[in-house]
C-alpha cells in the first residue's frame, strides 16, 4: 500500500517521523553484552568444577555413575529441538509469518517444560536417596563426591532457573506477536499552519488519481500528521518486529549451550 | 574541539524546568532522562557518602584513647567497621563518577540525546536504590554483623547475622551495575553524533567505556560467587565450607576476580574526569591523547589478571605468587602513564588555580602516594609484614578516597555550574578543599606510619605505645569532616541561592560547554556535529 501525503499549496511540507529512532544494531549490541555476562556468571561455576575434578578426579568419576544417562540424554535431545523450533520460528517471523512463528515459539516452551518435568523426576529420585546438599547420607560419602553433588545442583540448579526465565520470556513474546500486529508508524507534517491551511489531504495511486479525500484544514486544525498501520506481512516486515524475538532466542539458545557443558561434564565423565 | 550546533537557541526549557509527565518526585523517580537519573544516583551516593563519614568518625573517636572510649561493646565496633565497608564501597565508590557524572555527561559528550536503552538506565537506578535498602536491612536485622565488607568463608557462612540478606543485596548492586555498563559499551557504540570518531572522544568518555567492560566483564563472577555464599548458608552445597569438602580459598580467589578489577571500576572513571579538568585549566591541549586513552583500556585489561595479590599470605603457590606479584608491578605502568602525561599538559600551560583544579592535582599527590604503597605490598616479602596492618587500609584511603574521591569532588565542582546552572562561592570551596586536603594526610599519613609500626587493622583496642599515633589520626579526622561539611554546605547553599551560572564558566572546550546550563531536555537543539581535537584551545592555536 503506497501512503502520500499531498498538502493543497504545494508547499515543502516535512514529513517528520515522530517515533523513536529504532537502532537494530544496538539492541542485538546489548544483547549479546548481557550473554557475557551470563556465561560469565556460569564461568565462575565451570572453574569450581575445573579445580575440584582436578583435586578428586576419581571421586567424580564415582559419583557420576549416579546419574541417570537415560534421563540425560533424553534432556539434552530434548533441548536440542528446541533450539531448532526457536530458530525456525525467528525465521518464519522474519519472513513475515506470525502464525507460524506463535506455534514455534510456543513449542519451543513446551519443550522446556518437558525438560523441566524430567529434571524434577531426576532430582526427587536423588532426594530420595538421600542424595542432597548437607544430607547425612551424602556426609559419608568422600569429600570428592560430596563436592560433586554440591556442585551438580547448583549448576544444574541455576541452569533450570535460566529455562524458566527463557521459558517466561517466550511466553511473553508470544503473547505480543500475537496480540499486537500492527507497526504504527506516525509522520508529523510540518508547518502545517502556513502552507496547508485550505487544503484537503489525500491519498493518491501511481497515476494521481484519488484513493480518498479528507476534509478541509482550516484553522481548528492544529496539527497534521499521517498514520500508518502496517501488518507484519511478507512485504512489510521491519527489523523492529522481530528483533526482540531475535533477542529471546539469543537467550534460549545460551541456555541451551550452557546445557550442552553440563551434560557431558556431569553424566558422560564415568 | 569544534562544535557546529546550528540554530541553537536559548529558548528550550532546560532538563530541570520542562514539563515531563509526572510531576514532583515522580517526575524524577519515572523519567528515564539520563541528567536526571544521573542526578538522582549522584544525590543518593553522596547520602550514602555522609553515612559512611559519620560510622568513619565514630570509629576514629573509639581510638583515640586505648580500651573503651565511646563503643562498650567490641561487637558494635565490628558493625561499624563492616557498615562503613559495604556502605562506602558498594553504595559510593563502586557507583562512583559511572553512575553519576557518566550519566549525565557520557550522551552529551558524544553529542547523543539519551544512553542507548533509557528505560534499563531507569531500572538499573532502581536496582540500585532496592540492593542498597537490602543490604542496609540485612545490616540492622538479625543481629550485628561482624563480616567485613568482604565476607569471607568460612566465617560468613557460620555467624548467625543476618549475612545471607546482605549478599543478595549485593548481588543486585552487581546487577544495576552489569545493566549500567552494557548501556554505556552499546551507547559509545552506536550513539556518537556525526564526527565524534573514536579519536576525537574526551577522555572521560574513554574511561567510562573503559570502565563499562570491567563492570561487564567483572561483575558477574561477584554475582556467582555471592549465590555461592547464599547457597552454602541455606542449603550447605560444600562449595566452600571445608567442614563439608569445600575450600575457602576458592572464594578468596572468585572473590578477588571482580573485587580487584572493581577497584578500577572505582579509579578509572576518576581518571577520565582528572583528564577532563586539567586541560580546561592549564589551556592545554591534553599531553598524548591516544596513551591516555589506551592506558585506560590496559588498566582494565591488566588490572583483572591480579587479583591474587589480595591472598599472599592465604597459602597460594609460591610460583603462583611470584607470576601474581610481577602482574601487579606491571599494572602501575599504565596508571603512571597517565599521571606523567597529566603533569606534561601542565608544563608550560597557564595554569588557573580555581577549585576543580585544586581538587585535581590535590589527586594526583595522593593517588601518587596510594600508588606508590600500593606497589609496596606487591612486593611479596613486604607484603607479609605489611599484611592486614593500617599500612593497607591507609593505601587503600589514598586511592580510593584520595584518589576517587577527590576526583569525584572535582568533577562536582567542575560540572556543578553546567549540571544545576548555578555557580557556587569559589572561596569557601578553596577553603573546604583546603581542610580535606590537611585533614586527609593528617588522618591517612600517620595511619600509614602506624601501619608500618605494625598496628593491625579492625583491633578495638590497642596498646598504649601507639597511643599518641592515633590521636593525630583522630584529630586529622575531625578536619577532613570539617572540610566535607563545609564543601557540601557550600555547594547545598549554592544550588538555592548560587548566581547563575554562564554556559561555559571554565572556558572548556569539550562538547559539554557548548550547550546551554543546564542543559536542554535533549542535550542540544540539533544533532551537533563534530571536528577537530578534543581539547584544542583557540587561544593555544594562536599561539
Given at each position: 500500500m503506497s501512503q502520500t501525503a499531498t498538502p493543497g499549496s504545494g508547499g515543502q511540507a516535512v514529513l517528520r517521523e515522530a517515533e523513536h529512532h529504532f537502532d537494530y544494531t544496538g539492541r542485538k549490541l546489548g544483547m549479546w553484552l548481557f550473554l557475557f555476562t551470563e556465561l560469565l556468571l556460569f564461568g565462575g561455576l565451570f572453574i569450581a568444577y575445573a579445580i575440584y575434578r582436578h583435586v578428586n578426579f576419581a571421586d567424580f568419576h564415582v559419583a557420576a555413575k549416579d546419574l541417570d544417562l537415560v534421563l540425560g540424554t533424553i534432556n539434552t535431545v530434548i533441548l536440542l529441538t528446541s533450539s531448532l523450533t526457536m530458530a525456525l520460528s525467528i525465521t518464519a517471523m522474519q519472513k513475515g509469518n506470525r502464525k507460524l512463528a506463535v506455534w514455534l515459539v510456543v513449542l519451543t516452551v513446551l519443550c522446556g517444560l518437558a525438560f523441566l518435568i524430567i529434571k524434577y523426576f531426576e532430582w526427587t529420585a536423588k532426594i530420595s536417596h538421600g542424595i542432597y546438599p548437607a544430607s547425612p547420607e551424602l556426609m559419608k560419602l568422600p569429600p570428592g563426591e560430596v563436592r560433586f553433588f554440591g556442585l551438580y545442583y547448583a549448576m544444574t540448579g541455576?541452569?533450570?532457573l535460566h529455562v524458566l526465565i527463557g521459558m517466561v520470556l517466550l511466553i511473553v513474546m508470544a503473547v505480543v506477536i500475537a496480540r499486537k500486529p500492527f507497526r504504527v508508524?506516525?509522520?508529523?507534517?510540518?508547518?502545517?499552519?502556513?502552507?496547508?491551511?485550505?487544503?484537503r489531504p489525500a491519498i493518491v495511486d501511481g497515476d494521481g488519481k484519488p484513493l480518498w479525500k479528507g476534509g478541509i484544514i482550516d484553522e481548528n486544525v492544529e496539527q497534521v500528521s499521517v498514520v500508518v498501520r502496517l501488518k507484519p506481512g511478507p512485504q512489510t516486515i521491519h527489523p523492529s518486529d522481530y528483533v526482540s524475538l531475535e533477542n529471546a532466542g539469543l537467550y534460549w539458545h545460551l541456555v541451551d549451550i550452557i546445557w550442552i557443558f553440563l551434560f557431558p561434564l556431569f553424566y558422560l565423565i564415568t | 574541539m569544534a562544535v557546529d550546533v546550528a540554530g541553537r537557541s536559548q529558548g528550550l526549557p532546560d532538563y530541570l524546568n520542562h514539563r515531563a509527565a509526572y510531576s514532583g518526585i515522580l517526575s524524577w523517580v519515572l523519567s528515564t532522562d539520563h541528567k536526571r537519573i544521573g542526578v538522582m544516583y549522584l544525590v543518593s551516593q553522596l547520602t550514602f557518602f555522609l553515612v559512611g563519614v559519620a560510622l568513619g568518625f565514630v570509629m576514629r573517636l573509639e581510638m583515640l584513647t586505648p580500651g573503651p572510649t565511646v563503643i562498650s561493646n567490641p561487637a558494635v565496633y565490628n558493625a561499624i567497621f563492616t557498615v562503613h565497608g559495604v556502605i562506602m564501597i558498594f553504595l559510593f565508590v563502586i557507583p562512583g563518577l559511572i553512575a553519576s557524572f557518566g550519566n549525565f555527561f557520557l550522551p552529551i559528550m558524544i553529542g547523543a540525546k539519551d544512553v542507548a536503552f533509557p528505560f534499563l538506565n531507569l531500572l538499573s537506578w532502581w536496582l540500585f536504590m532496592i540492593g542498597a535498602f537490602v543490604a542496609i536491612a540485612s545490616l540492622f536485622t538479625g543481629g550485628l554483623p561482624d563480616t567485613g565488607w568482604t565476607f569471607y568463608v568460612p566465617y560468613?557462612?557460620?555467624?548467625?547475622?543476618?549475612?545471607?540478606?546482605a549478599l543478595f543485596g549485593v548481588f543486585i548492586l552487581g546487577f544495576s551495575s552489569i545493566l549500567t555498563g552494557l548501556n554505556f559499551v552499546t551507547t559509545v557504540h552506536q550513539m556518537r553524533a556525526p564526527g565524534m570518531r573514536w579519536s576525537r572522544m574526551p577522555l572521560f568518555v574513554w574511561a567510562i567505556y573503559a570502565t563499562s567492560w570491567i563492570q561487564i566483564l567483572a561483575t558477574p563472577i561477584l554475582g556467582i560467587t555471592l549465590l555461592l555464599v547464599m547457597l552454602e548458608r541455606v542449603l550447605g552445597i560444600g562449595v566452600f565450607d571445608p567442614a563439608r569438602g569445600g575450600d575457602p580459598v576458592l572464594y578468596q580467589h572468585l572473590f578477588w576476580i571482580y573485587s580487584h578489577p572493581a577497584v578500577y571500576i572505582m579509579i578509572l572513571p576518576a581518571m577520565g574526569a582528572i583528564s577532563e579538568i586539567i586541560p580546561t585549566f592549564a589551556r592545554r591541549t591534553i599531553f598524548g591523547y591516544k596513551f591516555i586513552a589506551g592506558s585506560s583500556l590496559a588498566i582494565a585489561l591488566f588490572g583483572s589478571l591480579v587479583w591474587a595479590h589480595h591472598m599472599f599470605t592465604a597459602g597460594i603457590g609460591d610460583k603462583a605468587a611470584v607470576i601474581f606479584s610481577l602482574l601487579t608491578f606491571l599494572v602501575a605502568v599504565p596508571s603512571a602513564i597517565k599521571v606523567f602525561n597529566w603533569v606534561s599538559t601542565l608544563y608550560r600551560g597557564s595554569i588557573e588555580l580555581r577549585p576543580p583544579m585544586l581538587f585535581a592535582l590535590a589527586f594526583i599527590f595522593l593517588f601518587s602516594i596510594g600508588g606508590f604503597t600500593g606497589l609496596m605490598q606487591g612486593a611479596l616479602a613486604l607484603d607479609i609484614h605489611l599484611h592486614d596492618t593500617y599500612f593497607v587500609?591507609?593505601?587503600?584511603?589514598?586511592?580510593?578516597?584520595?584518589?576517587?574521591?577527590?576526583?569525584?569532588?572535582?568533577?562536582l565542582h567542575y560540572w556543578f555550574p553546567k549540571m544545576f546552572g548555578r555557580m557556587y562561592n569559589e572561596k569557601i570551596a578553596t577553603i573546604a578543599w583546603a581542610l580535606m586536603f590537611v585533614g586527609f594526610n593528617v588522618l591517612y599519613f600517620t595511619m600509614l606510619l602506624m601501619g608500618w609500626l605494625g598496628m593491625p587493622r579492625r583491633y578495638y583496642d590497642y596498646l598504649p605505645q601507639y597511643q599518641s599515633w592515633h590521636v593525630v589520626a583522630t584529630v586529622g579526622s575531625w578536619i577532613l569532616i570539617a572540610g566535607v561539611l563545609l564543601m557540601v554546605g557550600n555547594l547545598l547553599v549554592a544550588l538555592k541561592r548560587g548566581e547563575k551560572a554562564p554556559d561555559n564558566p571554565w572556558g572548556g572546550v569539550t562538547p559539554e560547554w557548548s550547550t546551554s546550563s543546564p542543559p536542554p531536555v535533549e542535550n542540544f537543539e540539533k544533532t551537533p556535529t563534530?571536528?577537530?581535537?578534543?581539547?584544542?584551545?583557540p587561544t593555544e592555536v594562536a599561539r
Open positions: 541455576l541452569h533450570g508508524h506516525s509522520f508529523r507534517l510540518d508547518d502545517a499552519d502556513e502552507t496547508m491551511a485550505g487544503a | 560468613s557462612i557460620q555467624t548467625n547475622t543476618n549475612t545471607t540478606l587500609v591507609a593505601h587503600f584511603h589514598y586511592v580510593m578516597f584520595g584518589g576517587t574521591g577527590f576526583a569525584l569532588f572535582g568533577a563534530f571536528s577537530g581535537g578534543p581539547y584544542d584551545f
